[in-house]
């Protein structure tokens, strides 16, 4: 039996490793001359940089991922837990958040005392969700309401807090504005706003604090590396620079994927790719799922403009992660939620991974990532990131007596319009989906489309975005492939 994977992002690799250990002929194709989708690397000038996740959060993911394999992550590279897991740069200067949970609670103690015991309960509760949450409820493929029946989600609804928002839940552990967005961090990564975010996802707070920020040596391009090998290991096969335009269809099915002048028959096929992308501009209209109004109206995660910059020097004051959040939270949220606009005064997150791994860059240099979020569907302009660069710049001088513009050796602007044109990303998000309450398990687009033989993988269906749900969304989708499809005996 022949599947076909479109896309060789973490989801694609993650179906292709999984079907064709099952036994299926795996054929991937990607549109790019390499693997890793968003997950991809730039290199110039001796400056190695990720050009999309650089933290490495729930190692556990990692590690079932590939225990499934009999393998385990440290068969293809070397980790590393960074201490401290990162700095915030709040207005009055930098806090320093530390790895070890006595440090952390010393810390809350430090800046609103009697809060640790309150933290302690809160990340004992976020535990919980984290269990039910990762080893239950991203496993389901959510095509139907009663898989939830049978579960502890039910049994905990309350407990799990899918009701409440994350906001007022971290008001009650902390009064202190900085230890709240400490907090609310995490949610950042789920691509809403935190009163518009279950108090269910406190268990990113979880692998934030208590499972930790992780490093592997090479970046997070050593891990799409990994992905490709094992994925090979197993039998796939990848073919690099195809990219596929449409389909042949035959008895509601899809008989045939098309790249260009080239027709591959095939009896599955998966699409890892942008799920609106396949759904509206690779199928024929009469095989979509939904509608163009149906992904109007969806509400995606913030799109982003990424900076990666070489410097000639190393930057002082600075982690290998650093937020920059000396800028109100909720202006820059209204500017990507409510009135999509550019922001003002944006908050940003900055990447040194020359500070962990030496090969980033030529010796004494630092190579650098900046993410500012903005929201998705606004049209940038090569006057529009400048301004915000060196917007970026002055904020960084501030805070760090060190001007980056002065000691750049290479400079490459990444933003909406590349994430539409390198992935066809709908209204150029670079994370997917958000992650509210209505978009979430059978709220978002179905892992099955309408045919018979297509299925969905990735950030846009369940169990969401992230490299984590991305690797499990693989997973899910190969079970369910192996029900309705299953090798001939
Ligand atoms: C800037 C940025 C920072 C992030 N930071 C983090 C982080 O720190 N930690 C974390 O866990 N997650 C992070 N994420 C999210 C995470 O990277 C993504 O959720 C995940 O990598 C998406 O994987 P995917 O397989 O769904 O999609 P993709 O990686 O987009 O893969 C889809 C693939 O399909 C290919 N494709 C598209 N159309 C076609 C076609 N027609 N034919 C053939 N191929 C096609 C694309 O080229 C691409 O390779 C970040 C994302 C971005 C953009």
Not at 60 to 70: N, Q, R
Not at 139 to 163: H, N, Y
């Amino acid at each position: 039996m022949h599947a076909i994977v479109i896309g060789a992002g973490f989801s694609g690799m993650s179906t292709a490793a999984y079907l064709a250990q099952k036994g299926y002929r795996v054929t991937v194709l990607e549109k790019h001359d390499g693997p890793g989708g968003r997950g991809r690397q730039w290199q110039s000038e001796g400056y190695t940089f990720d050009m999309g996740p650089s933290w490495y959060w729930m190692p556990d993911v990692f590690e079932t991922f590939f225990g499934h394999f009999g393998k385990k992550p440290s068969d293809y590279y070397t980790l590393e837990r960074l201490d401290p897991s990162y700095s915030i740069f709040y207005e009055d200067g930098p806090m320093t958040i530390p790895a070890s949970m006595d440090e952390m609670e010393a810390l809350f103690e430090r800046v609103e005392p009697g809060s640790a015991i309150r933290l302690r309960k809160f990340l004992q509760d976020a535990a919980y969700k984290y269990e039910v949450g990762i080893n239950d409820l991203v496993r389901k493929p959510s095509r139907s309401v009663f898989e939830f029946a049978d579960t502890r989600v039910l049994k905990g609804l309350l407990q799990l807090d899918l009701l409440s928002n994350i906001r007022s839940s971290i008001k009650k552990v902390v009064k202190n504005p900085q230890l709240q967005q400490l907090l609310e961090f995490p949610v950042l990564f789920l691509g809403a706003t935190p009163s518009n975010t279950p108090a269910l996802y406190s268990l990113m707070n979880y692998a934030d604090m208590s499972l930790g920020t992780w490093y592997p040596q090479g970046g997070m391009y050593a891990v799409v590396k990994a992905f490709h090998q094992l994925a090979v290991e197993q039998g796939a096969s990848f073919q690099f620079g195809k990219e596929v335009s449409s389909f042949e269809y035959a008895n509601g099915a899809i008989s045939a994927v098309v790249c260009g002048e080239e027709v591959i028959p095939c009896d599955v096929v998966v699409a890892s790719a942008d799920y609106a992308h396949v759904d509206q501009k690779i199928l024929a209209p009469a095989y979509r799922k939904y509608s163009p109004s149906y992904w109007a109206k969806r509400k995606m995660a913030p799109s982003s403009f990424l900076y990666y910059v070489g410097l000639d020097a190393p930057i002082p004051g600075i982690e290998h992660h650093s937020l920059f959040f000396d800028a109100p939270f909720d202006v820059h949220a209204d500017a990507i939620y409510t009135e999509p606009r550019w922001p003002e005064k944006p908050l940003f997150y900055l990447s040194a991974a020359s500070k962990t791994d030496a090969a980033a860059a030529p010796k004494g240099g630092e190579a650098l990532v900046i993410l500012i979020p903005t929201a998705p569907g606004l049209e940038d302009t090569d006057e529009v990131l400048d301004r915000y660069f060196h917007l970026v710049a002055e904020r960084i001088k501030d805070h760090v007596g060190f001007d980056i513009r002065e000691h750049m050796v290479v400079k490459r602007t990444y933003a909406y319009r590349d994430f539409v044109k390198d992935y066809h990303a709908h209204l150029g998000n670079a994370y997917g989906l958000a992650n509210t309450l209505d978009q979430t398990a059978i709220f978002k687009p179905s892992l099955k489309g309408k045919l018979s033989n297509l299925y969905y993988a990735g950030q846009l269906t369940v169990p969401g975005p992230g490299v984590p749900p991305c690797i499990i969304s693989g997973e899910v989708v190969a079970l369910e492939i192996q029900k309705e499809h299953p090798l001939a005996l």
